[in-house]
């Protein structure tokens, strides 16, 4: 009576661990998960802007909705120059980091210096898409490009 019960426990046990076995062996492995959530994608877009012989490398810079971006200007010129943003930055919260320096007004960031050799990093999530014009307030200097949005 016991050893029966006691065996019949045996069989359903190693029969459940059979099934799980072979569950465990069968089962397709997951699809990888689509981000559908771009704001909070781990994923950040580095977007590099050159400035050469007084001109901004590339002149149409693309940047992604959405997307966690880190936007790298590197003055490889002799001569200082700025980033003046138009409208870029407005409402946005940003993060400014390398040895740019930023000057602010009450609308926020007026514009950022960056010198001969320099590189500025920001850090933003772009969340309006539009055109907008970016460009270097040292006189003389005609340097104007654009940073789309889309
Ligand atoms: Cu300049």
């Known amino acids: 009576m016991r050893t029966l019960r006691w065996s019949s426990w045996l069989q359903i046990s190693l029969l459940l661990g059979i099934a799980t076995l ?61 980033f003046v943003p138009v409208g870029l930055f407005v409402g946005v919260n940003l993060n400014i980091s390398g040895n740019g320096a930023p000057e602010f007004g009450k609308k926020g960031l007026k514009r950022l210096i960056i010198p001969s050799q320099g590189k500025a990093e920001f850090r933003f999530v772009p969340t309006r898409p539009g055109v907008y014009p970016f460009y270097c307030d040292m006189p003389g200097h005609e340097m104007r490009a654009t940073i789309v949005i889309k």
């Open 22 to 82: 072979w569950l465990v062996g069968v089962a397709p492995a997951s699809p990888p998960v689509p981000s559908l959530a771009p704001s909070d994608t781990g994923l950040e877009e580095e977007v590099y802007v050159k400035i050469r012989a007084r001109q901004f490398e590339p002149t149409m810079v693309a940047l992604t909705l959405n997307r966690k971006t880190k936007l790298v200007f590197h003055n490889l010129d002799a001569e200082l120059h700025t």
